[in-house]
């Protein structure tokens, strides 16, 4: 099965699937990422302010993250970062319904529509236009998946919240998810952050004990087609 996972900046993928992905992989599936935003540029008054260096070093980091998770290949592009809502949504759709046609995915992981984070929202509305269930549709499946330090701050305010049905042991690729989320080093926190180790550890944990095993990442199945 081709599986693409959507996300809208680099980190996401690891803080929501990066356990999910190499368990994908291991299993036999043909796993896309596509990571949207360009990342950090949010964190100066004005974008043009942004030290591209950081912005290039961040993406060859996606590119290790990639390799690293067994992903097949790594689509990345240039979005404005925490500024999704400056551009038209119809942009965005577009480049999901490109994904699509390259791919052809039969299920796409991406983020919830609840999100604290204004990009993460707009990904979520943008995949469930581009999959509209046509006739010639591929995707069969739609997953959302949690980020640290933006689902949960929410705090089940905005609609609609996160309530996760679906659950992926990851026992044994926990380690290999906080490798991942370490290689961006800039974007991980002190404990109790939640981009900690510490921290998405005992996501991990509590996720697992709640579905009965050591370790899980929680995801909330929007739609699935059995044809």
């Known amino acids: 099965m081709k599986v693409l996972f959507i996300a809208a900046h680099p980190d996401d993928e690891v803080l929501g699937c990066g356990g999910t992905i190499p368990r994908l992989v291991s299993e036999g599936h043909e796993v ?19 030290d591209k260096s950081l912005v290039d070093s961040l993406h060859k980091v996606s590119h290790k993250v990639s390799e690293l998770l067994g992903a097949s290949d790594l689509f990345m592009y240039s979005l404005p970062d925490n500024r999704f809502d400056t551009i038209p949504l119809l942009d965005i759709v577009k480049i999901v319904e490109d994904l699509i046609t390259k791919i052809e995915p039969e299920a796409i992981y991406t983020h919830h529509g609840g999100d604290l984070n204004i990009d993460h929202s707009l990904i979520f509305r943008a995949v469930l236009t581009a999959t509209r269930l046509t006739e010639d549709c591929t995707v069969r499946s739609v997953y959302a998946f949690e980020v640290p330090s933006s689902t949960e701050w929410a705090f089940d305010k905005l609609q609609p919240p996160f309530h996760p049905n679906y659950f992926v042991n990851i026992s044994d690729q926990i ?10 080093d800039q974007e991980m926190r002190p404990f109790p952050h939640p981009r900690s180790e510490e921290a998405l550890r005992a996501n991990a944990t509590r996720w697992g004990s709640a579905v009965g095993v050591g370790s899980a990442e929680a995801f909330e199945l929007i739609r699935c087609v059995v044809k």
Do not use: W
Request: no cysteine.
């Open 32 to 50: 896309y990422i596509a990571i949207l935003g360009e990342g950090i540029t949010s964190r100066y008054n004005q974008r043009d302010d942004a």
């Open 175 to 184: 380690d290999t998810k906080i490798e991942a989320m370490s290689l961006y």
